[in-house]
């Protein structure tokens, strides 16, 4: 079974910095199949990052994907005010497995 | 773009059988993959399983004594059953879309309580 360690369980970071989240994921698999999410209080997930790199459709250019095999990136540039959230990783295999979140605080 | 509702009831005796229905409006119901997630109070996201449009079915290994998914296309509808509930299957429930290998278009979710 796919186990997936996101690291720091929380950050807490001011905007205007530059957010840095992990994700590991304990089988490597095709980067097509690893994602991120954003989730805020009483919303659902959204999704932020496909295929290891790529933007979804409207997400700003200040987010980032980068990574490979097991070792995975969501890097936030330069943190704006409706950035903190908790963020989710996901790995896509026999089943879609999510890591268990990073929550990104204000300072 | 497209869009997602889930509907049903937001309270289920334990024992019983809860079933959710997401309304896909606003973009094509085939050919596309459709899911089930769930998020217990303050915890983190859980997968429960997909149906194909033409209902072929994929389930969480965990899940898959108690779970089935089923389509209605002629509605724009899938629905979920999840037999036996207990206290532990409290939860946001959401439905979602399946893009490649990613959840692109999500319902805003339905939380369903275990109680009697």
């Known amino acids: 079974e796919i186990v997936l360690t996101q690291s720091p369980g929380t950050l807490s970071l001011s905007p205007g910095e530059r957010a840095t989240l992990s994700c590991r994921t304990s089988q490597s698999g095709p980067n097509s199949y690893l994602a991120w999410y954003q989730q805020k209080p009483g919303q659902a997930p959204r999704l932020l990052i496909f295929a290891t790199s790529s933007r979804a459709t409207g997400i700003p250019d200040r987010f980032s994907g980068s990574g490979s095999g097991t070792d995975f990136t969501l890097t936030i540039s330069r943190l704006e005010p409706e950035d903190f959230a908790v963020y989710y990783c996901q790995q896509y295999g026999r089943e879609y497995i999510f890591g268990q979140g990073t929550k990104l605080e204000i300072k | 773009q497209v869009q997602l509702q889930e509907s049903g009831p937001g309270l289920v005796k334990p024992s019983e059988t809860l079933s959710l229905t997401c309304t896909v409006s606003?973009?094509?119901?085939?050919?596309?993959?459709w899911t089930w997630i769930r998020q217990a109070p303050g915890k983190g996201l859980e997968w429960i399983g997909k149906?194909?449009?033409?209902?072929?079915?994929n389930y969480s290994p965990s899940l898959r004594s108690r779970v089935t998914m089923s389509v209605d296309t002629s509605k724009n509808q899938f629905s979920l059953r999840l037999t036996s509930v207990t206290a532990a299957d409290t939860a946001v429930y959401f439905c979602?879309?399946?893009?490649?290998?990613?959840?692109?278009?999500w319902g805003q979710g339905i939380l369903v309580t275990v109680s009697s």
């Open positions: 606003r973009g094509s119901f085939s050919p596309f993959y």
């Open positions: 979602a879309r399946e893009a490649a290998h990613e959840l692109d278009h």
């Open positions: 149906i194909y449009s033409s209902g072929k079915t």
